[in-house]
């Protein structure tokens, strides 16, 4: 299928300035065929910017990307041809409506007038749009709005289809039906690429993701990974019917994934890696050693996890 | 595909039109108004007989060359609203774009002035059919050269701001310096010189030769300045677009 060996896009040190200030900082990373790639970072990480490069909409200062094997910087024209985008910030001309925005934009990717309207229609009402189509956009909710972008990229159905931060300003149900629609695209075949601040998005949607801050990739894997890459990332709690010996705790602290041991009474709690494959090893010393097992409670580390240990921040505020 | 996404550009400029109904009553009107009151006025003053109909021509050229520069407020309004993005995203080719939006915003302009352009026709009287499509011609051609500078006017300077100030001020210098108001011959030296190369000259020239008015210079070279300068302008224009043009970077 793909012509690029698994290769979709690939960044090879791009870098934007505005004027003086680094806002993307020499990237080198692949995005595979086919596979949702999560961008998640923070406010002001460089995500747009990089995306706005991809598209050919803003000109690198240093470094390319391509596309499918295309030089972004040597065939912009051809790299369109592939790539369609749904900005962060709708464009929306203020007299338009969303069917004349839509329609327009139908039969400028290729669609014959008949195709365009039905399309147009299809997509709309899927969109719970149909009804406000004959509005103007500046008559338009935020949300609205935001549905008329998005929808944009799901009539054009192009092989490399962006997204910047979908969700945003999108009700609960929206957001699902996005997510859903999303990964039918893939499915038939679009390569994703899919800028998030939201960790819930990026975990539940992304088959990779990286994570951006200050306009360098500080991580990158399938969530699953990430998480598993931090040290001590995983929290285990084992309550047993009396206080665990010596004994015990020194043969949990001899599991290689195990990070650190705590004992508090009755309660053992382990901060350790791969949780899923050591926790049945220590509940089988466990029992063997005449222990009886009353609570187990386990917690992975989420991607907020994962990039305060690559960053020193958080992305989300603690309550 | 080229030709359809040309035609597509150029339609979508185009229909922009029926969101100006107002704005065009109120530029019709100012175009009465200027004949009514100004016309009437001057031609007390300026010794050349049947002043009123060379008046009107030339006001018909100053309009047309207002209406093809508001081009350039449309695009940068939109840029506001971030569109110009959006255009640069899709899959157009750039110079399609470019000539597309200058056809566009240029038809979109003739017929923006179409009742001043009939009213001045039946008023003044056409020679022939043939001097009437060539007039239409010349002027198509200013009106497609002037949208196409507007396009790179904005895409360089990139700011609703700047742009009108700019705009404001060729305004009072292109129209000035041409034969709009009166003929060559009762300009200053320098002046004249500037208005023997400025595209609203030739305009105004052709325009009164189809009219039967009084010109000056030769029709058919005129029509081939005014060939030039759209090409030039677009010429131009896409080059420009091409080394200076990206996304962002708007301001009011
Ligand atoms: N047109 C511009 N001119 C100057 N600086 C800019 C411009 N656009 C973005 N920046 C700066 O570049 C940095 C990266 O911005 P960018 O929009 O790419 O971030 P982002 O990761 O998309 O953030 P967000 O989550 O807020 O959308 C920011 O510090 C921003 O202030
Ligand atoms: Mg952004």
């Known amino acids: 299928m793909s012509i690029n060996g698994g290769v979709a896009v690939k960044l090879v040190n791009l870098t934007k300035y505005y004027g003086k200030f680094l806002a993307v900082d020499h990237l080198n990373l692949e995005i595979y065929d086919r596979e949702i790639f999560g961008f998640l970072g923070p406010n002001g990480a460089g995500k747009s910017t990089t995306l706005l490069m991809i598209t050919t909409v803003l000109r690198p200062s240093e470094g390319t990307a391509y596309v499918y094997g295309v030089d972004i910087r040597k065939d912009p024209d051809r790299v369109r041809q592939m790539v369609g985008i749904a900005f962060q910030d709708p464009k929306l ?24 309207r039905q399309v147009v229609k299809e997509v709309l009402t899927r969109f719970d ?9 500046f008559e338009l909710s935020g949300g609205m709005r935001k549905r008329v972008e998005i929808a944009k990229v799901f009539i054009q159905r192009p092989r490399l289809a962006i ?8 009700d609960v149900s929206g957001k699902h039906m996005i997510w859903e629609m999303i990964k039918e695209l893939r499915d038939e075949g679009s390569t994703i ?12 949607l992304s088959d990779r993701v990286g994570i951006i801050y200050k306009g360098r990739i500080a991580a990158l894997g399938t969530p699953q990974e990430l998480k598993d890459t931090i040290p001590g990332g995983d929290v285990l709690e084992i309550d047993l019917d009396r206080p665990p010996s010596d004994e015990v705790v020194r043969r949990i602290e001899a599991e290689p994934e195990i990070v650190e041991v705590r004992r508090m009474n009755q309660r053992i709690r382990m901060y350790l890696n791969r949780v899923e494959e050591v926790l049945p090893r220590i509940l089988a010393m466990l029992m063997e050693s005449g222990y009886r097992v009353k609570r187990v409670d386990m917690r992975e580390p989420t991607l907020d996890d994962v990039f305060l240990h690559y960053t020193g921040v958080k992305l989300v505020k603690e309550e | 595909m080229i030709l359809r996404h040309l035609l597509l550009v150029v339609e979508r400029d185009f229909r922009l039109l029926i969101e100006y109904r107002l704005f065009l009553i109120i530029r019709w009107l100012w175009f009465g108004i200027q004949i009514a009151i100004f016309g009437l006025a001057i031609s007390q003053l300026v010794v050349l007989e049947g002043y009123i109909n060379y008046y009107a021509a030339g006001i018909y050229v100053a309009t047309l060359y207002s209406a093809a520069m508001f081009v350039a407020v449309d695009i940068s309004e ?20 470019i000539i597309g939006r200058a056809i566009g915003g240029g038809l979109r302009s003739l017929a923006a002035t179409a009742p001043p352009l009939v009213i001045t026709l039946l008023y003044v009287g056409v020679r022939n059919p043939y001097t009437l499509i060539s007039a239409v011609a010349g002027l198509a051609l200013l009106s497609f050269g002037v949208a196409g500078l507007a396009i790179t006017i904005v895409s360089l300077l990139k700011s609703g701001a700047k742009t009108d100030i700019l705009l404001g001020a060729l305004d009072a210098f292109v ?11 009762f300009m200053p030296e320098a002046y004249s010189a500037a208005a023997a190369v400025n595209p609203l000259t030739h305009a105004s020239e052709v325009f009164r030769w189809a009219l039967g008015l009084p010109y000056e210079g030769d029709p058919i070279f005129s029509m081939v300045m005014l060939l030039a300068f759209m090409v030039s302008m677009t010429s131009i224009g896409v080059y420009l677009y091409e080394k200076r043009m990206e996304g962002g970077g708007w301001t009011s």
């Open chain 1, 93 to 116: 001309y203020w007299v338009h409506t969303p069917y004349e925005i839509l329609y327009w934009h139908a039969r400028v990717c290729g669609y014959s007038s008949s195709e365009a």
């Open chain 1, 129 to 137: 749009m149909w009804e406000a189509r004959r509005k103007r956009a």
């Open chain 2, 78 to 97: 939109e840029a506001e609203h971030g569109v110009v993005d959006y255009l640069l995203s899709l899959p157009i080719n750039r110079n399609i774009l």
């Open chain 1, 193 to 204: 690429i899919l800028a998030t601040n939201e960790l819930y998005e990026a975990d539940v």
């Open chain 1, 163 to 170: 997204f910047d931060e979908p969700t945003a300003q999108i």
């Open chain 2, 175 to 185: 129209i000035r310096l041409s034969t709009v108001f009166y003929p060559r011959e």
